[in-house]
């Protein structure tokens, strides 16, 4: 019997999931099918049914995948000794992936999903409740620290953190000619006079 080696095995499931993703931001998902997947992973069919029971198992994992990247990014910047700069640089970092035309595609493409698959809407769900309670545990730390406003609510805070960073899918989606150096720079100084103290200066 083989022996299956885990890292490999998770390298060329990551590998057909990323593939995968550009397939469904150009077509979306009701038009990809699992030959576009297996065309653009490189793979036949059988190897795609390895990894996966079907198209909609891809499309999930991709956002499953993402949770996972996105709370391990929160757990190191958590552990930050400094939780401002941390929080700062976490949100700019996952609103710099999601300006990203095509990852914007892909965002817009799984709202539409969630509005007719329940157990997808309820993974999305998850994701940003996730996000909400990551992002309100370096608020609670910078604001613990003297470094944010202690009397912004921190929960109310992250969501609206989560909104201002997802308010750039909309934009990337629209606008392909948007300059997103210039909209990350615009969004770090929202949340600067959004969260510091009134007598912080703004760069501090």
């Not at 059988?46 to 949770?67: E, Q, W």
């Not at 940003?128 to 613990?144: H, K, M, P, S, Y």
């Not at 969004?187 to 006079?193: F, K």
């Amino acid at each position: 019997m083989r022996t299956v080696d885990p890292a490999k095995y998770a390298a060329k499931r990551r590998a057909i999931v990323d593939a995968a993703a550009g397939c469904f931001a150009e077509k979306g998902f009701e038009r990809t099918t699992t030959a576009d997947l297996c065309r653009a992973a490189g793979i036949s069919s059988g190897s795609l049914f390895h990894y996966f029971p079907n198209k909609r198992a891809v499309f999930m994992a991709i956002f499953t995948d993402d949770a996972r990247d996105t709370a391990e990014r929160l757990a190191a910047a958590a552990d930050a000794a400094d939780p401002w700069t941390a929080l700062l640089d976490v949100v700019t970092d996952l609103a710099a992936e999601v300006a990203h035309p095509a990852i914007a595609r892909l965002v817009l493409e799984a709202a539409a999903q969630a509005a007719r698959d329940d157990e997808f809407a309820e993974l999305i769900r998850r994701n940003e409740r996730a996000l909400a309670d990551g992002l309100a545990v370096l608020i609670e730390r910078a604001a613990d620290a003297g470094l944010i406003d202690p009397g912004v609510p921190s929960h109310a805070a992250a969501g609206w953190v989560a909104a201002l960073a997802d308010a750039l899918i909309t934009r990337a989606a629209f606008d392909p000619d948007v300059d997103t150096a210039a909209e990350l720079a615009i969004l770090r100084t929202i949340l600067i006079r959004f969260l510091r103290p009134v007598s912080a200066p703004d760069g501090a």
